[in-house]
């Protein structure tokens, strides 16, 4: 509603952004040597959100909106929440608690619509984690990834978009077997597979021949170059220990997927270790879960990121 209108105004408007408007917190220091007669101060700022405030004022600020779109001509609102994936686990926890505690208050009034976006496992977490929250939502619809030629059109689209002169034709930065390469490495990562393009030609920019008719970069080199990258990168992050253990899984095939129980025999640790390794290669952005099925084990692979680094 914010979005799409932003002309809109009245109190349920004005409601609604204070609801979602964070707190500013000022704070401050003082400090004194005793000898050396110095004194010093020092001043911070940040960001806070009001704890409870959803739930507490969420659903009469919904009420409100919904009213006041109806009385615009709308026939309701959508509320969509994105990137659900980006929340811990116990963040996604509590915000299964917090839906099911605004379930009759808010979520089944008539012209809400409630979008949930993010990993399956996170809106699975989210969404059908109380019995009260599933008879409200459908079963999460999994999209599939973006064919190839979608990929290339939408790059296509976007160098378009960013082209200086339209009386000169654009030339793709990139040579089509490598952006094919990357997507095949990423698999259906679409983001990672946009950054590293992005983080490949950046470095790349500049070295090739100039004229009239530079030649895109090609596979060998993007390659070569987000290898190198992507190391010193993710050696970096993850320390020796880390390190060895993504390197010998990779010594298997970068692309398996691995469980745990397959992990302990791998890297000859116990499970603890493999656990708290895991951990750490997941927050490197390393190795992904794959959404579980069942009392099955959690199954891991490598990301694209660590895929290009070997």
Known sequence: MLANRPTAAGPEVEAAQQLVRSIRLRGGGFSLSAFGLGVGGSQSESLA???????????????????Y???????????????LENLSEADA?????????????????DGLHLIVVGTTDAVRTVVQSHTQIRSVFSNPLVLEPLALSDVVQLLANRYGALQLDPAR?????????????????????????????EDGITALLGLTT?????????????????????????QNQLG???????????????????????????????Q????????????AGAVEPLPRRGREAIQYRTTGTARLAF
Do not use: C
Not at 93 to 109: E, F, K, P, V
Not at 210 to 232: E, K
């Open 69 to 83: 779109a109806i009385g615009q001509g709308a026939r309701g609102i959508v509320l969509h929440l994105n990137n």
């Open 240 to 270: 020796d220990i880390a390190w060895e253990r993504l390197v010998a899984w990779a010594g298997v095939d970068a692309a398996s997927i691995q469980t745990q129980a397959q992990l302990v025999e791998l890297w000859a640790v116990k």
């Open 49 to 67: 959100t009001p704890p409870g405030v959803l739930l507490l004022d969420g659903p009469r600020v919904l009420r409100d909106l919904l009213r």
């Open 272 to 283: 603890p270790s493999v656990s708290q390794t895991l951990q750490q290669l997941i927050e």
């Open 210 to 234: 100039a004229g009239a008719m530079v030649a895109p970069v090609g596979l060998d080199d993007l390659l070569l170059t987000l290898r190198q990258r992507n190391q010193v990168e993710l």
């Open 169 to 197: 034709p654009w030339r793709s930065p990139v040579d089509d077997a490598a952006v094919q390469r990357l997507y095949e490495l990423f698999r259906g990562d679409l983001r990672g597979l946009l950054k590293a393009l």
């Open 93 to 109: 926890s509590r915000a299964a608690d917090l839906l099911r505690g605004i379930r009759d208050q808010a979520q089944l009034q």
